[in-house]
């Protein structure tokens, strides 16, 4: 999901490999999302005491709050082998099967933006998840013919950035759902001090709370924006330290707000305000108007504008608040909506 924000910046291998490591490797180390990690470490400790693999597992919320590493940390805690596929790749129930009739006994299959599977291998799944069977249909027309294959028991974690869109039957099949929110800057501080540890960073708490404040309620974000801060201490510092002048010339070069908006919110929130007048507008026209598919605004840029309470979604479409307009320094709307009115 990550490149579908950041086209203004190219993500190469390094970038990746730095992503990876900076990823926790288990639940103590996983910052914020209390309930859900205590959730999680029940389910665990469970099935190791009865030495079965867990429940399967749901996780849904925006891009960059953790979904992947958690996938990581139940296969890590488990002590389980993961497997890493996606929706967009599985675009036949044959993909499937060959997935799934691959996996080892107890494997940890983690399969991100779960609901853009194909309808037929969806149909497939429900089955392989409740009783580790699948039916691999042969030959077509009337002399088709199904046969049964019994799989490898396994743990399936899904993740969905649109949990709505999953079908009821899919969603059912699995024992323990969980929809991650937006971290508290205070959380994100904790990520932040850890990245910077790890990549050999100093930074004042006053400069780690300026970046947390920036990071959108982002994990992924804040360690995006601490990298940016690093590469500005190479080229204009002693490559070490960081004060907060150095995060505020570092932030500001790469177009994030104050409050942590980049191009593409201020795009959604200036067309809101300016061109449809604080709307009630629809989210394609929307997305037509700013150059982004409609998905991307539904579940990259709208949650966290709707979250800070800049933007409504009514009935009759998508809403600005008086907030919105002040952050854009625009003359409210007469009828504009306060956060409280939504
Ligand atoms: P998602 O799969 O939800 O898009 P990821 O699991 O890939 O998000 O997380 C993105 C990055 O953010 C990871 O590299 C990881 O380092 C960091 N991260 C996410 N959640 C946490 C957390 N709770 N604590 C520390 N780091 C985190």
């Not at 080229?235 to 980049?262: C, E, F, M, N, Q």
Request: charged share 25%; hydrophobic share 40%; glycine share 8%.
């Amino acid at each position: 999901m990550d490149e579908l924000r950041d086209t203004a910046e190219p993500v190469d291998d390094t970038e990746l490999a730095i992503e990876g490591a900076l990823r926790p490797a288990s639940l103590s180390e996983f910052v914020g999302q209390q309930k859900v990690r205590g959730q999680l470490q029940l389910l665990l400790d469970a099935a190791r005491i009865q030495q079965r693999p867990a429940d399967h597992i749901l996780l849904s919320g925006p891009p960059g709050l953790g979904k992947t590493t958690l996938a990581m940390i139940v296969a890590h805690e488990s002590g389980r082998p993961l497997r890493l596929s996606s929706g967009p790749a599985i675009q036949h129930a044959g993909d499937l099967a060959a997935l799934l009739s691959s996996l080892t006994p107890g494997e940890v299959l983690f399969i991100d933006e779960v609901h853009r599977m194909a309808r037929s291998a969806e149909e497939m799944l429900y089955l392989a998840m409740e009783d580790f069977r699948i039916d691999i249909m042969v030959g077509k027309g009337a002399g088709a013919t199904s046969i049964p294959l019994d799989l490898a028991p396994f743990t399936l974690v899904g993740a969905t950035t649109r949990s709505g869109l999953l079908p009821n039957p899919l969603r059912d099949r699995f024992g323990f759902t969980a929809h991650l929110e937006y971290y508290e800057p205070a959380e994100l501080e904790r990520v932040i001090e850890r990245s910077a540890m790890m990549l050999g960073v100093g930074l004042p708490p006053i400069a780690r709370s300026e970046i947390a404040r920036r990071s959108r309620g982002t994990p992924r974000i804040a360690n995006r924006l601490l990298r940016r801060v690093r590469d500005y201490t190479i080229v204009h510092g002693d490559g070490r330290d960081a004060d907060p002048a150095t995060v505020d010339a570092a932030l500001d070069l790469y177009d994030v707000d104050a409050i942590g908006l980049d191009r593409l919110d201020r795009a959604v929130l200036e067309a809101l305000v300016r061109r449809f007048r604080g709307g009630p507008v629809g989210l394609s026209t929307l997305a037509v108007t700013v150059g982004e598919e409609a998905e991307t605004i539904e579940s990259v840029v709208e949650p966290y504008l709707v979250r800070i309470g800049f933007m409504g979604r009514t009935p009759r479409g998508r809403v600005a608040t008086r907030e919105a307009y002040q952050h854009l320094g625009a003359a409210p709307a007469e009828s504009v909506l306060e956060i409280d009115d939504l």
